[in-house]
């Protein structure tokens, strides 16, 4: 009777380490999988990172354009320049020729 205890209790053993060594395997397989999702993931926000990188870089130099476009606006330069061009204005002692549409 011992004997027969004996053996099924290393039976019951042998399940129980079998069950905890597949919950094992199956909880590291689960553990590979969402590493290698959190990669994917990490990955594409990196990218992102360095397209946003790029951006931000391109809009501080697009700001610094502006800057030195309206510095220039506040110029005297930049005030005859658009008197000459839109309306037409001259200088006191300025002659000016103009070319006739011709045929």
Same mark, same amino acid.
């Given at each position: ?6 053996? !099924? !209790? ?18 590291? =397989?689960?553990?590979?999988?969402? =590493?290698?999702?959190?990669? !994917?993931?990490?990955? =594409?926000?990196?990218? *992102? ?18 800057? !030195?476009?309206?510095?220039?606006? *506040? ?14 204005? &001259?200088?006191?002692?300025? &002659? &000016? ?7």
């Amino acid at each position: 009777m011992r004997r027969k205890a004996e053996i !099924r !209790r290393r039976r019951q053993n042998k399940a129980a380490m079998l069950c905890i060594s597949l919950v094992v395997v199956l909880l590291l =397989g689960i553990l590979l999988w969402q =590493g290698e999702r959190l990669k !994917r993931e990490l990955a =594409g926000y990196q990218e *992102q990172e360095r397209i946003f990188t790029e951006k931000i870089a391109d809009e501080e130099a697009r700001t610094k354009e502006i800057d !030195r476009q309206k510095e220039y606006m *506040q110029t005297d330069e930049f005030i005859e320049e658009t008197a000459r061009d839109r309306l037409g204005l &001259v200088k006191d002692n300025e &002659v &000016v020729f103009k070319e006739e549409q011709g045929e």
